[in-house]
């Protein structure tokens, strides 16, 4: 399921969105530039489960304070699928979230989100050797708080199954549901198998951080 826009637009432009995905964009292309130098680019500002438990460096390029990378991995993608996805939900969904929280807070939830989700990730599976990146996390917290605040609105959506394709109207409770039972199904076998690929339980925390944090702040 693709989401490809919501029936309930805020009327404002998206500025924070728009920045964060501009942003995400230059250092994916920065990282394109890079060539064979975009490994160890990666390696330094990538989460690595086992250099924030132990402190002690997963790879040469390591950076020298690995809580920072909690915030840095969330602007590094691993290719042009990994990155055309995130940016495309937090587009469709971010425009009401920013609206409802403004542009501030709106930021503080996005960066916490990330940094909880990372910090959830690590929890799960702190041997890790493998560098951990992509906004998935942050963006899990804003279909978080969208699956909170919005669950009836209309989630225009682009179905491929094989030969069958056709866009549909899906509430957001049941879109952003069934994401969500995918991430809890599909991550579940990797519990207690380190460097297991996709980071499910980054998207899961990030998730429900984003319904806590948004309950909170949603004043």
Known sequence: MIPLRVDNPSGRFPFVTSLIILL????????????????DFIWKYAVVARTLTTFIPAHPASI?????????????HGGLIHILFNMLFLWVFGDNIEARLGFIKFVMFYLVCGIA?????????????LPLIGASGAIAGVMGAYFLKFPRTGVQTLI???????????????????????QIVAGAPSLGIDDGGIAYFAHIGGFFCGMILFKIWDK
Do not use: H
């Open 117 to 129: 989700s990372g910090i959830i990730q690590v929890i799960t599976f702190p041997n890790a050797a």
């Open 64 to 76: 020298l304070f690995p809580p920072l990378t909690l915030i840095t991995s969330q602007f590094l």
């Open 160 to 182: 491929i199954i094989f030969f069958f394709i056709r866009v549909v109207r899906i509430p957001a409770i049941v879109f952003l549901g069934i994401w969500l039972i995918f």
């Open 24 to 39: 995400n964009s230059a250092v994916f292309i920065y990282q394109f530039s890079l060539g064979q130098g975009e490994q």
